[in-house]
């Protein structure tokens, strides 16, 4: 069977940082890293296990000539791995806004 995907995946192993509220209202933000990227999700390599449909953000950081530019995105969760795969979170990208890296998110 052939994947079908919307948008063509590059694989990039970049460090995110991703956030969301969880079940009792509480905000948690962990460390990741990208396993791929295309032009309107990510596949977020993370032991997190965030059901389907949970809004994300992220503050993914690119590599740029010293300066640092970094994605932040707002995405929800469409699947996560299954048993025996990398564990990680697929996200569809809802906003993205791309620009120079900070301290603060």
């Known amino acids: 069977m052939r994947d079908q995907r919307a948008a063509a995946r590059i694989p990039m192993k970049l460090p995110v940082l991703v956030g969301w509220t969880t079940g009792s209202g509480r905000y948690r933000e962990i460390q990741a890293k990208t396993a791929n990227v295309s032009s309107n999700g990510l596949l977020l390599l993370t032991p997190a296990r965030l059901r389907p449909h949970t809004p994300v953000?992220?503050?993914?950081f690119l590599p740029d000539a010293g300066t640092g530019v970094e994605l932040l995105c707002r995405a929800h969760v469409v699947r996560h791995t299954g048993a025996g795969e990398v564990p990680g979170v697929a996200a569809i990208i809802d906003e993205y806004?791309?620009?120079?890296?900070?301290?603060?998110?």
């Open 57 to 60: 953000r992220c503050r993914v």
């Open 97 to 105: 806004e791309l620009r120079r890296a900070t301290d603060e998110a």
